[in-house]
């Protein structure tokens, strides 16, 4: 399938029709993303009243980078979210920008990276991040399917901004962090089980969940319920002062 052809508004229309809620269309988009660029990983930032979070991701790498950069209040993916302009980063080792997280995304196997802004100049401005593992990886890369992705992420948010109020919106991105942090504490649960790496970890789920035909998120809930005795909870988010 080609990139002119694999993502057009036909296969767009079917996402909608098989999702039931945002965050399973921005998952499917991040998906496709990751599917598409063949990046390490991909992430979807939201920035609602000032915070920044990671609504959904694919990959292994995307969290601990898109969080290094909300630690430190500046990055490319913030930028990008910030400005409303494309952000391509060449090689992270030639970069003297953004304090320290260049050489942390190095040392996480990362060199280069591209963000693509997504509801622009709105109270819920955000970017889509790609991460890849060799340098000038988006250099020469066809970008028309990507930004066409980042195009229907924006449309989505502004869509669930029109249908739903403030804080059924808020309860959505909210539910999208509590399903994060369960695959989060899963991966650590294997990790530990196994002695691999986080990446050789959410294979081993991903590769179960989709025997299993079950939502990667749902495994995760089973996984540390049947280890721990009871469903596993995740920090509430609070508005800030």
Aim: aromatic share 4%.
């Amino acid at each position: 399938m080609s990139s002119d052809d694999a993502y057009d508004s036909s296969h767009i229309t079917q996402w909608l029709l098989e999702t039931d809620s945002l965050e399973d269309f921005l998952q499917t988009l991040a998906d496709a993303t990751l599917e598409l660029s063949r990046a390490l990983g991909t992430g979807l930032t939201l920035e609602r009243d000032g915070r920044p979070l990671t609504v959904v991701s694919a990959g292994t790498v995307a969290t601990k980078l898109d969080e290094k950069q909300y630690g430190q209040d500046d990055g490319p993916c913030l930028q990008s979210l910030r400005t409303g302009e494309e952000l391509r980063v060449d090689d992270m080792l030639m970069e003297t920008r953004w304090g320290d997280y260049p050489v942390y995304a190095a040392a996480c196997g990362v060199r280069s990276s591209l963000s693509l802004p997504i509801a622009a100049h709105t109270h819920t401005a955000g970017a889509l991040n790609l991460y890849a593992a060799p340098p000038d990886a988006f250099e020469h890369a066809d970008l028309t399917a990507l930004r066409a992705l980042a195009a229907q992420a924006t449309g989505a948010v502004a869509l669930a901004q029109r249908i739903t109020d403030t804080q059924e919106f808020a309860d959505q991105l909210q539910q999208a962090m509590r399903h994060r942090s369960v695959i989060d504490q899963a991966l650590g649960v294997v990790m530990g089980q196994r002695r691999c790496t986080a990446e050789d970890a959410f294979g081993v789920l991903r590769s179960a969940s989709q025997h299993r035909n079950i939502k990667l998120r749902d495994l995760c809930t089973e996984l540390i319920t049947n280890l721990t005795g009871r469903p596993p909870t995740a920090p509430e988010l609070r508005p800030r002062p």
